[in-house]
Structures are given as C-alpha cells and as structure tokens.
C-alpha cells in the first residue's frame, strides 16, 4: 500500500512536470545551440547533465515569452549521450535536477552530410548531431533496425560520425527516433560504369542498381523495356534479353528506385563476316557478307555509309541488312594487295572485328562433280595457264584445266575421283582448302534434259557396298526429291545405272544424288535453242535457222531474250514483227545494228552464239563544210555504223592522194577530220566505204576582235582569227591601212596616219581571198598604254623607260626654262626642309647648275628626231640626275602616273612631259 502510494507520488510529479512543459511555445535545434522558448511564466530547463558534460542554458525573457539557449560545441557534441539528467528551475528560481530529460523534449538529430548509403548496404557512416539521443540502435521505419558500430558507452566512440551496419535496401526509407522525428533518406544514385552486348543480350556493370525488378525501369532509346526481358538484377549487375538487327547508337540509362542513372551509349556495330576477292589489275565488285550492313530504315536518308578496304575506297555501294556490294577499282601493282583491313562504316559507326581482304585471293566456296568431272566453284580461280591444283598436297600436272573469264568457275577431270582435298593455287596465292568427301559420283544420260520434262539414266559410280540395295534419290534445288529406278543393266551394284523422271523446267540446276549414305552434288542444264546459221534476208530482215520447237511457249511468255548488237530485240518495227517458229527467226535489221553475233536467253543461260556480218551503209557526205585555219571535219551520213568497225577506218582523198582518220559519232554519223589550208576555197575527190563524192571546202571569212594603235609609230594591230598571209586589203572606217605585215593567224598589222583614228569609234574592215570581216570598234593609243603599264613597273620594279634620243633633244629645247624652274624650286624646298646652311646656295653652285643647263639646252634636235622615239640621249639624262643628286636631295616620291600632273624630282626625261603649274606648293 505504501509503495503504491510512492508510485501515484512520483507519477502524479512526472504529470506535473510534463504539464508544466505543455506551454513550451517553439524550439529550434543548430550545431552550434540547442534553443527552447517558454512562457514567461513556465518551469525552463536550466542544464543538462550528461555522463562527461553539462550543458547550461543562459535564458532571457520578456512580459511573454523566456528564451532559453544552450551552447554546443563539437567536444560537447561528441559527449550527449547516454542517460540525459535535466534541471528544471522554476519562474522563482527554484531549481530541481533529479529527473530524467523526457524523450519528447530530446533536440531533433541533424544528419550532415546528406545519408545516401549504397543500395547493396555495408559499413556505412553517417554524419551529424544529437543523433543517439535515447537510442542506442537506429530504426527504419516500420521496424527494421540498424546497428552502431562500436560501444556508445565508450569514450573513444565519436557519437556525430557513427558507422552503422546498413543491410541495403533501395528506394526511400525512413528512419525515426524516440522524439518521433522522421529522416527520409534514399540511396546512392545508380551508375552504369561498363556496357556490353552480346548473344542477344545487353550485360551492364556499375553500383546502386535495386536488386528488385519491380524496383527498376530499363529505358533504351527513350523506351521503357517490358520488365520480362530483365533476366537479372542485382546491385552491381543487370542483364536484359535485347536484339538489334541494324548498326545503330542507343541511348541506355537506369531508374532504381526511382533514382536515374547516367545515360551511356552502347554502339551495335557492323559485323563482317566474309569477303570475297577480285583481281587488282581489274578490280571488280566486292561482296560482304555479315549482319547489321545497313542502318534503321528510319535513318537510311541521313546517313553515310563507306567502305575502305586497306587504304582504297570500295564505291558504288548497294545494300541489305546481310550483303552489301561495293565496286573497287583497279589499283597500282607496287601497292600492297594482300591481307588489307576490311572497314565498313555507317554515319560514325565502325566494325571492330576484323576481316581481311586479299586482292586475286583463289577461293572455293563449292565442290560439284557432274559427268566424273570436278568443278570448283568460287573466285579469283585464276585462269587457264596460272592456276594449278593441288589434290591432297601433290601438285597436279597434266591437267586440262578450264577457267571462265569471270575467274569464278575451274574445272579440270582428275585420274581419278577419290576421297581428298584441294587447293588452286594461282601465282603463288592459295585458295582455302576443300574436300572430297567420298569416291562416289555419277553420270547421266542426256547431259542437257529437255524443258518439257525427260526420263534421265545416271551411272552412279564407287557405291559402298552396303548401300547396294538402296533406293537413289536426287534432290533438287526446289526440294523436289526424284526416286530412282534400277534399270537391271548390270549385276555390278558398285557402278549401277537407275533411270530418273527429271520435270519440266529451264537453266540450270544444282542437285543432291544420294544412295545410303553416299552422295554427292551435281549440277544439269535443260536443253536451250539451238541457232544454226543467220544471214540478211529480203526486206532488210535478219534470219536465222535453228532448232527452237521447245521454246515457242516460253517466247510467247516473255521468257525468251534475243540478244544482238549488244541490246535486247524489242517488237517495234511497223509492218515487220518478230517471227520465233519451230525452226526460223527473223526480226528487222535497224539502222543502229552493225555486225555482230546474235544470242538467245533463256532462264539465265546463254545459247551459243552465231555471228552476223552488216556492213556500214553511207548514204551522204556533207558536200559543202567550212574550214578553219587548221582544217575542219567532214561528216558522213550512213547507218549500221558501229565504234568496232570505224575506229580503224579512214576516208580517202584521191585529189591528193591522202587518208584521213575517222572517228564514230553515233550509229548514223561518222567524223573524218582534214588538215587542210586555207584561205582558197578547194573541190577534193574523196571516197569512204566505195563511195565516192566531190566536197567543195570553204573557210571562214576573217574574224576581227580587237584593235590597237601605236601613236609614235602609227602601226596598228589588229588581233581576231582567220587570218591569212593573202590579204586584199584592210580598212579603218573610210582609210585604207598599207604596209600590211601577217603575223599569224590571230594576228597581223599595218600603218595609218595615227591622228585619224586614235580614241575614234571605227569599223575594222580586213578582205582575205575575197572573204570580208570586220567590227566597229574604239581605237587605243598602246603607247599609253603600255607607258602606263610600264610606270607601273618603275614604281614596283624601279626600271628607267627608255625614250628616244632625238624626241628628249627636242623636248629640253622646247621646255628648258620650264625645267631650269622646276630644278631650282625643287632646290629651295629641299633646302628648307633639311635646313641646310645659305652656303649651299653660294652664287657658284646655282651658276655652275645654270650653265650645266643652258649648255645640255642649246644643243640642237637632229631632223630625224620627229620619226624616231625609241633612242635614249643619255648624257642629258646624266647632266640632271648629277645635278639634283649634287644636292643631296631626300628621296623622291612615289612616280605618279603620266596622266596626272606632279612636281616630283625629275627622274628621266619623261618627267618634263608633264604639264607644270605654278605657284603649287611642293
């Protein structure tokens, strides 16, 4: 009764005190303090007692509200834990400190840095304050406890960086103290480090991933993967069944729980798998065989695909999505050739694997044997002089080796068909190896089956004796299975005839003969038409006889090609259709048909041919063809005109006795070129093909494009085309031009009196063999000209222009006062600007300069001086060059142009041409 007593004491105080607390009016926790706001008129915490450490509150009030805060440091945070004693000091001052601080007024933890652990749990650590308070194992929400690593109780223990035993766990998860404050944390986010594909799988390696599938979300290329193709999850790994039939680069990223990852790409590549070879002296078309050749349907308008084998280009490429064609071109025979890395390469998509290419590389992609006699099927197979056979490693000799010209089909009849292998081996290059795998084969009889179905012996030979008994079969290429029938023609069932009922069908076909356990592949060919011979008949018809019962129904299907001149017969002649009977065909000879041989196709197979000889038909020659300079082209109209038959052809000139090189045009029209000369029209005989024709030959009139005029020499030149040594006569406007001069075909000359057509709009009139041509046009003075170009040189390449003697002397004569006035004011300015001393200008100097002068001046110009301007008086060029330079002048200007007037020192003779004004300041 009395401890029951006690115990309502103590609960009824514990109320008591919980009540006096009820009007705590805010809180706020920092890592720097631990702050509580009160009634002014409310009990407050004054201190807590830790086992190593007090915490004391300094408290300040107002008429309403007493604010109480404790100080934190990092020492004494490392120190609040444990039981936690609190002293309560009443409004009055009364303090009591024996009860323990209630779990509801325990400060909020702060976690600091943010808790992020990694999905798949471990020793993890977290990092904060007041974060033990009342626990002493932490615990995620409903239940899930979390232990601390350590002893709390221990000194050594550092309470605001706890390592705790996370199990792992994935998406949000929460956890909560005795105060019932809540942490929701999520996990580390995922990363994909590594990303592979293989076998139709996509294996990807990284951290955080859930290591539940309902956790995760898979998206590729912006889809979200159904979740029954992730076949496995964990947290460091994930696999999804995932196939991509096209070379592409896709975008691969992870959500777990509900965190996404990095995005990566993963690249399905082109995958080469065989390459066949051609000849490098005559390239060809390369096939390569593998997958993802091609990119999505989706992309193909955008992207670029190219195929480099070695350092060459493959062109011209074609595609699927297992097959792709290229052409190579022939390459230099000093470049390597052998063992050339295969790239193919799709928008910036490469294989990786590697395939190598060899150029006239042999290959064997088949072994048949039809008729005991053995064909490879393959490339680069060599031809008939340079390939050998190698039959179980012995180099075969004496064989009758037969190889097409496409070099993809040898085959040779050995001594005898045995079990072995064989390799070609052509200029030293060696095919793969292929076997023989068993002595048996056959013969048949007919070789070649009709179209419309026939019954077929075969002799099958070196049959193993337990199969004696047995049915044959032949398998055809359409899986059609033929039964044979023994025919009883021998009692040696090791070599035994059976007859077989081959249907109705074309062209070739590869079979399977077997009996027990031996077989062997094969091949027949049906029967094809039969051309006999052909020739041109009436009504320019060309006919052939042949055997062609079989085939009537076939042609009348469209199944039938005739083939000749190297196109297909089409039935478009009015009034002469094709005839195709039993044993006749004929079709129209066209005009664009020359000689040539005439074929049947027919399911892919090619009758043996028959030749048909046209001749070329002349019909006309150009009768009346203008010539240049240098000849011209006669054209000669016909039909049947073939390149084969006129690149080697000419016409003849029997006027002169001379052939002339023809060259083809079209099927029509042929050109024969003749280096005649003008300018007087000619007649010539000519023949071509036993024609013959008179061509009257005329050539172009003259042809007039420019015109220039030297106003010194008066000789005008006349550029254009068609000129000729025998001119009649050259007109500028109304004058006549005389001593007319050829100097080429583009170009001659002759004299005028330069005043009257100088800058002048004129008609250039030139006559040749009585043959006018001309053009209106504005006459140029080229001494200008060319005196501008050349002060433009003298400026860049300081080059004097040399002027004539005499018209210099008649200058000076005319112009000396001007030019002594010129020197002298040059004189002075340059004294100025310098400051030179007065004794530079003494009296002596400016006489010595003024006789200097007067003497070059009163020289006299010769009569000749008028007609001639092209000599240099040197001496009075030195006298003023002596002079100036005796003066020390500074350097002279950029010459200025003789169109525009200058007072620069005077450098030639050309200067004083320039108009002076006075009173300029220089």
Known sequence: MKNLLLFLIFFSFIIAIDCQFEIIKGSNFTKDSITYVYDVNSNFFSKWEFTDVDLLFSCSNNTITRTCVGQVNDTMAKKFKGQILNCITTPTGNSDCNSFLWKNYYPNPIIDPEFTPPTKGGLVNMQGYYLVFGITKFTILPSTKVSIIGDLDSSSIDITNLTLDYKGGCGQRTFTWPNNFNYTFNHQKPNISSIKQTNGKIIATGSNFCNSIDSIDIIIDGIKIDKSNITSIDHEIFEISYSQLYCKSLSLYIVSGGLESNHVQIEYKPILEHVNSVSKNSGGLITITGSRLSPPPSLLTNSTIKVNIGTFDCKNISFTNQQLICNINPIPSNSKSVNLTVVLTIGSISNDNELLFSFDQPSINQILIPQGEIKLIGYCLGTNETSQIYIDNILQTNLNISVNNEQTILSFKPNKIIKSTIVVSVNGLKSNIAEILSPFFSKQYPITPSVNGQIVNYTLYNINPSNFNLTPIITLQDKTIINGIDIKNSTDYSTHTYSFSIPKGCGRNEFLISIGNDTNHSEFFYNLPIINNCSIGVNEMIECNGEFNDFINYYQSGGIKIIFSNSIIVDNVPKKPINF?????????????????IIIEFCGQYSLPVKVDISPTVDNFETKPIFNTTGGSILIKGKNFINETIENSYLHCITNNQDYNCTFFNFSTISCYMNISGPDDQTYQVIFNKKQENISISFYPPMVLNSTISKSTGYLTITGNEFYKKIDNISIGNDSCSKINFINSTCLTCFIEPSKVIDKLLYVNITINGKSGGKKLLIYNQDLIFSNNNNTEKNDNENNLQISKNDKKGFIEKNGWVI?????????????????????????????????????????????????????????????????????????????????????PINSIDDFDLPLTFGQSV
Request: charged share 20%; hydrophobic share 30%.
């Open 581 to 597: 009977t039993n044993n006749f065909i004929s079709f129209p000879l066209k005009p664009e048909y020359g000689s040539s041989e």
């Open 820 to 904: 002594a006035i010129i020197v002298f004011g040059v004189i002075l300015v340059i004294g100025f600007i310098l400051n030179i001393k007065f004794k530079l200008y003494s009296k002596t100097s400016r006489i010595l300069l003024k006789n200097r002068i007067k003497k070059s001046f009163k020289k006299k110009p010769s009569k000749k001086s008028s007609n001639n301007n092209n000599s240099v008086n040197q001496s009075n060029d030195n006298i003023l060059h002596s002079s100036i330079e005796s003066l020390s002048s500074p350097p002279p200007p950029p010459p200025q142009s003789r169109l525009q007037p200058s007072l620069s």
